[in-house]
Nanobody, 125 residues
């Protein structure tokens, strides 16, 4: 089992940047592929990005491709989401999640076994 705690959210103007962090504790962090999801008010939770166990392969949703970058530091048990050129439509609660399955571009919420509590990101226009 792994526990996940997100941080780094906040209020930012459109065009600005934020870096989210997700610190993991418990079972070996490098055993998990990691993902970021987000949920806006009244909407379904949606996939944002995924990174494999070693960090060698990443996947990003089309809506964030070229603006957001997922990365991880296994020595620090942390996964990051660098968000640049933020837009008001990026406003949501952002969640990190852990997946015991190593392969594939797994983008469904049900693919991930463990979740953090989320961090709010608000982008003003």
């Amino acid at each position: 089992q792994v526990q996940l705690v997100e941080s780094g959210g906040g209020l930012v103007q459109a065009g600005g940047s934020l870096r989210l962090s997700c610190a993991a504790s418990g079972r070996t962090f490098s055993s998990y592929a990691m993902g970021w999801f987000r949920q806006a008010p009244g909407k379904e939770r949606e996939f944002v990005a995924r990174i494999t166990r070693s960090g060698g392969v990443t996947y990003h949703a089309d809506s964030v491709k070229g603006r957001f970058t997922i990365s991880r530091d296994n020595a620090k048990n942390t996964v990051y989401l660098q968000m640049n050129s933020l837009k008001p439509e990026d406003t949501a609660v952002y969640y990190c999640a852990a997946d015991t399955t190593a392969w594939g571009a797994r983008v469904r919420r049900d693919d991930y076994e463990y979740w953090g509590q989320g961090t709010q990101v608000t982008v003003s226009s």
